[in-house]
């Protein structure tokens, strides 16, 4: 049974950064990749950046390029989001998602499993 279990999240200032963590189990995990997607109250799912099985491959939204990196540890089955120079528009619950044998997917649809998510708050 595959499992991802985020964690990280977190209140924070403006400007302030935050390293989410997704960990995943029950999964040959370096033959999936992952993606990370944000559901802010009243908003729909966004898509926020994905990362391939290998971790060569990386994509990410708009409105979090120049400001995310994505990295992965396939050893520890763990993928990471490090979110730089937040902004209060970054106030969200946080999901991974991850889909077997793709390289980068950006739509939410392509993906298998879920975690619960982690909320971030950015307060200005």
């Known amino acids: 049974q595959v499992q991802l279990v985020e964690s990280g999240g977190g209140l924070v200032q403006a400007g302030g950064s935050l390293r989410l963590s997704c960990a995943a189990s029950g999964l040959t995990f370096s033959s999936y990749a992952m993606g990370w997607f944000r559901q802010a109250p009243g908003k729909d799912r966004e898509f926020v950046g994905t990362?391939?099985?290998?971790?060569?491959?990386?994509s990410y939204a708009d409105s979090v390029k120049g400001r995310c990196t994505l990295s992965r540890d396939n050893a520890k089955n763990t993928v990471y989001l490090q979110m730089n120079d937040l902004k209060p528009e970054d106030t969200a619950v946080y999901h991974c998602?991850?889909?077997?044998?793709?390289?980068?997917?950006?739509?939410?649809?392509?993906?298998?499993?879920w975690g619960q998510g982690t909320q971030v708050t950015v307060s200005s």
């Open positions: 998602a991850t889909v077997w044998g793709a390289r980068c997917v950006e739509r939410p649809n392509y993906y298998d499993y």
């Open positions: 990362i391939s099985g290998g971790g060569a491959l990386k």
